[in-house]
């Protein structure tokens, strides 16, 4: 099971946000799951995989200082184009902010791998080939700062992805996540759970992997 987070921070006004408390309930209730890396999962019985797009900076202050603590292994996807700058291009969602270069050195520090979320958060079927080669390379700076593990997995932006996408990305990255869309056999559309302030894994949860979906 792949679990999708967006925001941690003490309130949650949206549904694309969850509270500390709220994170370390579901942690304590997905006990007895191995929680690992993307590069290792291949149980979708018996593995989590934490995930947080777009790379806000609240996850930093909020998420990462409890998951260093516990030892759980995380990936966060990074919008190359957006580090340290505000979400103001978003009217639904409270203003926010992007991590910053030293929120991403924190987030490598405390176990977590850094990893692909597109240039500018496009919607990739839309764009002609060359558009989409920019969209899905990392910044040489980035390269050079983070090497791998970091920057070896790509999530589609609102997960929104079809063959040729699959296509670019599986010459650029060892694997790639979606949302609801993908497909439990192939590494490159990879489903994920939303995870949202109310989500309880209290009872035996089955993925929509796990299903066949």
């Known amino acids: 099971m792949i679990l999708m987070y967006h925001k941690v921070d003490l309130i949650a006004p949206t549904m694309w946000w969850v509270t500390p408390r709220a994170l370390r309930r579901q942690l304590r209730e997905l006990d007895g799951r191995e929680f690992v890396h993307l590069d290792d999962y291949d149980s979708p019985s018996t593995q989590v995989v934490l995930t947080f797009d777009d790379a806000y900076e609240n996850v930093a202050r909020h998420a990462v200082p409890a998951l260093r603590r516990a030892a759980v292994p995380f990936e966060v996807f990074v919008i190359g184009g957006r580090i340290g700058a505000w979400n103001?291009?978003?009217?639904?969602?409270?203003?926010?902010?992007?991590?910053?270069?030293?929120?991403?050195?924190?987030?490598?520090?405390?176990?977590?791998?850094?990893?692909?979320?597109?240039?500018?958060?496009?919607?990739?079927?839309?764009?002609?080939?060359?558009?989409?080669?920019?969209?899905?390379?990392?910044?040489?700076?980035?390269?050079?700062?983070?090497?791998?593990?970091?920057?070896?997995?790509?999530?589609?932006?609102?997960?929104?992805?079809?063959?040729?996408?699959?296509?670019?990305?599986?010459?650029?990255?060892?694997?790639?996540?979606?949302?609801?869309?993908?497909?439990?056999?192939?590494?490159?559309?990879?489903?994920?759970?939303?995870?949202?302030?109310?989500?309880?894994?209290?009872?035996?949860?089955?993925?929509?992997?796990?299903?066949?979906?």
Request: hydrophobic letters at 35%.
């Open 88 to 213: 103001d291009d978003d009217a639904s969602e409270p203003l926010t902010r992007f991590m910053s270069l030293g929120h991403l050195d924190r987030v490598v520090e405390a176990g977590g791998r850094l990893q692909w979320h597109s240039r500018t958060h496009r919607d990739l079927p839309t764009l002609d080939d060359a558009e989409l080669a920019t969209e899905l390379t990392v910044q040489p700076r980035l390269r050079e700062r983070y090497a791998a593990p970091h920057f070896t997995w790509l999530s589609y932006p609102s997960g929104a992805h079809d063959a040729r996408v699959v296509k670019a990305a599986r010459e650029r990255f060892g694997g790639a996540v979606s949302v609801i869309e993908g497909r439990p056999d192939d590494r490159w559309q990879l489903n994920r759970v939303t995870v949202e302030e109310g989500t309880s894994f209290a009872t035996p949860y089955r993925s929509a992997q796990e299903v066949g979906a």
